[in-house]
């Protein structure tokens, strides 16, 4: 295990009028490796809009700003990289487009997924989910075995995603992860994002800072 494991942050599926002063916030409150911004099914328009509004504000922080979903996009609107689903195009083709950019690839709980990834040229893999998540349909669950595999592996950072919380992602932490994807456990946080964010990095220190856990042998 390394000490690298870093925050991964997701905007909410739906952003409101003045948003922008909630990321401010949020970036405020501890160590931001990145934002992806994740607007599913919404129009073209919106989703330039609110780049052109949130992008400035992370890179200005040194917090990548990564596009969902469509890598022509990013690289139009100079995104530091985009992330893609496994039906989001051609993934060997947005690895030429955004080159000498960020690009991340969902391998879900997929060891085949992930080594195919690796070797068209991801800068990471994103496994999950690992809890319970009102984000999103779980369709794919991934297990602690997983992580540790290809931690141990693989030098290509993994994103683990997936219902991550403060009070649960130690283990996720200490199996090797290299970055935890989230969304409410910011968003929601009752004492807001700025408490959201402060209260995952303060729960990824004190996991790098515990005895590493066994990791179960055929997962969780």
């Known amino acids: 295990m390394d000490d690298r494991c870093r925050l991964y942050l997701i905007t909410p599926p739906r952003l409101d009028a003045g948003f922008e002063a909630r990321l401010e916030a949020a970036l405020e409150g501890g160590d931001v490796a990145c934002l992806q911004l994740r607007l599913k099914d919404a129009p073209r328009e919106e ?26 996009l990013a690289a139009e609107l100079g995104c530091d990289g985009a992330h ?14 955004l080159s000498g950019r960020i690009l991340g690839i969902t391998c ?43 931690s141990s592996v693989m030098e290509i950072p993994a994103v683990a995603i997936g219902g991550i919380t403060a009070e649960n992602c130690a283990p996720l932490v200490q ?30 220190a004190a996991a790098l800072a515990a005895p590493r856990a066994e990791t179960p042998a055929h997962g969780t």
């Not at 330039?48 to 990564?66: E, G, K």
């Not at 935890?180 to 729960?203: C, T």
């Open 175 to 204: 199996a090797g992860a290299d970055f935890l994807a989230v969304v409410g456990a910011v968003w929601n946080h009752p004492e807001g994002p700025a408490a959201g964010v402060a209260a995952m990095n303060a729960a990824i």
């Open 47 to 72: 989703i330039i809009h609110w780049t052109r509004r949130l992008m400035p504000i992370a890179q200005a922080r040194d917090v990548a700003f990564l596009l969902n979903d469509d890598a022509p």
């Open 108 to 150: 879900h709980a997929s060891r085949h997924l992930a080594m195919t990834a690796g070797e068209m040229g991801a800068d990471y893999v994103a496994f999950g989910a690992f809890f319970p998540t009102s984000t999103k349909e779980t369709q794919h669950v991934a297990d602690l075995e997983l992580l540790s595999w290809w």
């Open 84 to 97: 893609l689903g496994q039906s989001d195009g051609d993934h060997a083709g947005a690895r030429t487009l």
